[in-house]
């Protein structure tokens, strides 16, 4: 068990650029999670997947923002024209779901210039 | 009534001490409480969870106590050390949500050699 991997760690990208990030979740946790935290806050809850559906979105989670898990496997996450409100620490977690606990990744930090 | 609201936003303590980290919550159908430590950038760990049918947990020096009737969690955090200085978060999610969580604001913790 290697935990929950996402890449890349860091990201620095131009106001208006599109980026893209990656999770990949404990293998056999069904539930996959991305959340986002900024400086001094709590994370935030932007969107769910059981398997490869795509289950809640955050109001957070604008139309520039789509997320998707082909397969059931790992996920990302896109970020189109990106803005400098979307600095911040982009988390993804995984579970089994049920009361077994979320496990979290290590993050990736993106800064908008 | 979404939020959980937690408190004190720091805490300094000597070594030994045991540093109480408080939250409450207002939604009586959160159903499960999991406190997570996070480390300068990283990603939060799962450090123990409750659920309301139970009035405290121990895991190790971590300890969990609930108030069902005052709608209040804390954390205590018994013989503390100085690699315990972290951000404690606390969290719920909701009874028969898809078990996304709502975070607390951090609890910036700094032990004392």
């Known amino acids: 068990d290697t935990g929950v991997s996402q890449n890349p760690r860091h990201k620095i990208t131009k106001r208006g650029q599109n980026v893209t990030f990656r999770c990949d979740p404990i293998?056999?946790?069904?539930?996959l999670y991305w959340y986002r935290q900024t400086l001094g806050q709590g994370p935030e809850f932007l969107t769910y997947f059981q398997n490869e559906a795509q289950l809640e979105k955050s109001r957070l989670l604008s139309d520039r923002f789509s997320a998707e898990r082909p397969k059931g496997s790992f996920s990302t996450l896109e970020i189109q024209r990106t803005e400098q409100g979307d600095s911040a620490m982009y988390l993804c977690?995984?579970?089994?779901?049920?009361?077994?606990?979320?496990?979290f990744g290590p993050g990736t930090r993106l800064t908008v210039l | 009534q979404q939020q959980v609201k937690q408190s004190p936003q720091s805490l300094i303590v000597q070594k030994g001490g045991i540093p109480i980290i408080n939250c409450a919550y207002e939604?009586?159908?959160?159903?499960?409480f999991p406190w997570y430590q996070q480390f300068p950038g990283k990603g939060p760990a799962l450090l123990i969870a409750i659920r309301p049918d139970v009035s405290e947990k121990k895991e190790g020096r971590f300890t969990i106590s609930f108030n069902k009737s005052a709608k209040q969690f804390s954390l205590h955090i018994m013989d503390s050390q100085p690699g315990d200085s972290a951000t404690y978060f606390c969290a719920a999610s909701i009874r028969g949500s898809q078990g996304n969580l709502i975070f607390g604001k951090g609890t910036k913790l700094s032990v004392k050699p």
């Open positions: 939604n009586t159908a959160f159903d499960y």
């Open positions: 977690a995984s579970s089994l779901g049920g009361f077994r606990g979320q496990y």
């Open positions: 293998s056999e946790h069904n539930r």
